[in-house]
């Protein structure tokens, strides 16, 4: 069995989920492909999961690949491949998708998913990402394509929409949900035996239901509980708790993220709103600085090891090709196109779903309507999506415009002619990291 780690400079995100291969009994004996277009990254993480590698019996055959010119060799024959490239990087790419919105009075906390940042990382990405279902066509047809560079819903959607090669979009978020939710409301002994079901979009998924071990729904509770501790203190997740009193529903992913995925949140000219709400304006670029400096830290301590220890992470991706491999069923939350898996959602959607895995592959599996304000909190996103894509594919640069005026933090703070002038600048800044729009 072979797995290709495409963009195995992501150090941290190639540890986890090469190390949790090594860690399965039917994986570990595998090929590892490793491969990046940065020699530093690439060879820092060869030496860690050779680390890996050694403090798990040796067994599996790890090798790199530097270039586009031996990206298809990386490829050949693959079974799996794990993708988790950043096109453009921290710097310069991420720096201009923050600092030139900002020129315009248009703050993000994140702007990896949706937005305007989100739609620029989205654009320079899909044209890699059509290269690499070319040589995936030409050298491993077969292969299951595992996702996890955001924003996840564009670049998966548009992989399964406008190329042949078997994708699913994976994320962290939809493991830890309702974990997070009840440890903060003190309801850890809820945890055991809990059933949940979760759906939507990635990064707004819906904790539909959650209930105990004897059945009983939680919701009742949370909703108390989640409205008592947002009145009372300041903490890390009042917007999703926000949700859960405005919407009746918990959120996958993080309240840093949600705050820019609406209009409600992040308004300049209320910054007593982004106060009381606790959000974290230009996080991810201090986020980028921390994690190189920890990362660099970190290196250079376990660089000189001759073997590494690893603990299994709670990544999807081991699993999905542990229950492939081996036949034996398991459950994911992935990014499906919406094949009449969620009913008032378009069937053009990526949407996050529960799926079942065996040696079959990966099984979407149907949920239903969701409730009304769910489903309209997912469209408004689902929008930006499609006309990325749309703009990704034509190469009309109107519809670049008409996706960031569609997006709903954007179009709260800007008007329609200032998010032209935005788009206009910022497509010029990303220079030759964009193609050529008309």
């Known amino acids: 069995?072979?797995?290709?780690?495409?963009?195995?400079?992501s150090t941290i995100f190639a540890r986890n989920v090469l190390g949790d291969c090594m860690c399965a009994e039917a994986l570990r004996a595998c090929e590892i492909a490793l491969y990046d277009i940065d020699a530093k990254r690439l060879h820092e993480s060869e030496t860690i999961l050779q680390g890996i590698n050694r403090g798990q019996g040796g067994k599996s055959r790890i090798s790199a690949y530097l270039g586009i010119e031996n990206r298809r060799e990386a490829l050949r024959g693959a079974d799996f491949v794990v993708n988790a490239i950043q096109v453009g990087g921290y710097d310069p790419c991420t720096i201009t998708d923050f600092e030139?919105?900002?020129?315009?009075?248009?703050?993000?906390?994140?702007?990896?998913?949706?937005?305007?940042?989100?739609i620029m990382r989205a654009l320079r990405t899909i044209p890699v990402l059509e290269s690499f279902s070319r040589d995936i066509e030409a050298v491993c047809p077969d292969a299951w394509f595992l996702n996890y560079t955001n924003p996840m819903a564009m670049l998966t959607g548009y992989l399964q929409r406008y190329t042949g090669v078997k994708?699913?979009?994976?994320?962290?978020?939809?493991?830890?949900?309702?974990?997070?939710?009840?440890?903060?409301?003190?309801?850890?002994?809820k945890l055991p035996g809990r059933k949940e079901r979760i759906a939507g979009i990635n990064h707004m998924g819906w904790l539909l239901e959650i209930r105990d071990r004897e059945g009983a729904d939680l919701y009742p509770e949370i909703r108390r509980r989640a409205a008592a501790k947002n009145a009372a203190e300041t903490h890390d997740d009042m917007v999703r708790f926000d949700y859960i009193d405005k919407f009746g529903y918990y959120c996958t992913e993080s309240s840093e993220h949600n705050a820019e995925y609406n209009p409600f949140y992040i308004k300049r000219n209320y910054p007593e709103r982004i106060e009381r709400f606790n959000i974290p304006l230009d996080e991810y670029p201090r986020r980028c600085v921390a994690q190189i400096e920890s990362w660099e830290a970190e290196y250079a301590a376990l660089s000189s090891e001759g073997a590494l220890e690893h603990e299994r992470s709670h990544e999807y991706a081991s699993r999905i090709m542990e229950s492939i491999?081996?036949?034996?069923?398991?459950q994911v939350g992935g990014n499906m196109l919406n094949t009449g898996l969620i009913d008032n959602l378009p069937a053009e959607a990526c949407v996050e779903v529960p799926c079942l895995v065996n040696g079959s592959g990966i099984m979407p599996c149907h949920v239903g309507r969701l409730p009304v304000q769910l489903a309209a909190m997912n469209m408004i996103n689902i929008n930006v999506h499609l006309l990325t894509i749309e703009a990704a594919v034509t190469?009309?640069?109107?519809?670049?415009?008409?996706?960031?005026?569609?997006?709903?933090?954007?179009?709260?703070?800007?008007?329609?002619?200032?998010i032209v002038a935005m788009t206009d600048e910022l497509i010029a800044a990303h220079g030759d990291w964009l193609p050529k729009y008309k």
């Open 1 to 9: 069995m072979k797995i290709a780690f495409m963009g195995a400079g």
């Open 100 to 118: 030139i919105p900002k020129k315009y009075g248009l703050r993000q906390t994140i702007a990896d998913t949706t937005g305007i940042g989100g």
């Open 167 to 189: 994708t699913i979009g994976l994320c962290h978020s939809v493991q830890v949900c309702s974990e997070t939710l009840l440890k903060s409301l003190d309801m850890e002994d």
């Open 325 to 330: 491999v081996t036949g034996e069923p398991g």
């Open 395 to 418: 190469r009309k640069r109107e519809h670049i415009y008409h996706a960031a005026m569609l997006d709903p933090h954007t179009a709260a703070e800007l008007s329609p002619d200032e």
